[in-house]
């Protein structure tokens, strides 16, 4: 089974930046969803944005769109979340996930059976 591993995390203030990859350990092809999940202390996991297919069928939460961007290169098997103006309650564990949810489930935790370990980001004040 095709592992993921996450990377990329760290503290960086509000309003700044920070690219998060996953790499998946085999070929993951164009019908597999992969996505970015996140999950705060005390908080249920949220899918974020996910993408299939080529060139890539993209969607994001409400809580991240306009400053989070997801891309995959389908050649190095690698999945990228680039967050922009980061903000206190971006502060989470961010998860790599793959599967093949339906269209209703992209960004539900119920579609994706492989998930990476994690990697801790937090914003500061």
């Not at 249920?44 to 891309?71: C, H, L, M, Q, W």
Request: charged share 15%.
């Amino acid at each position: 089974q095709i592992q993921l591993v996450e990377s990329g995390g760290g503290t960086v203030q509000a309003g700044g930046s920070l690219t998060l990859s996953c790499t998946a350990s085999g070929y993951t092809g164009y019908s597999t969803h992969m996505a970015w999940f996140r999950q705060s202390p005390g908080k249920a996991r949220e899918g974020i944005a996910s993408n299939v297919g080529y060139p890539g069928d993209t969607i994001y939460s409400d809580s991240v769109k306009g400053r989070f961007t997801i891309s995959r290169d389908h050649a190095k098997n690698t999945l990228t979340l680039q967050m922009n103006s980061l903000k206190p309650e971006d502060t989470a564990i961010y998860y790599c996930a793959a599967g093949t949810p339906t269209s209703d489930y992209r960004l539900r935790e119920v579609g994706y059976h492989i998930w990476g370990q994690g990697t801790q980001v937090t914003v500061t004040v």
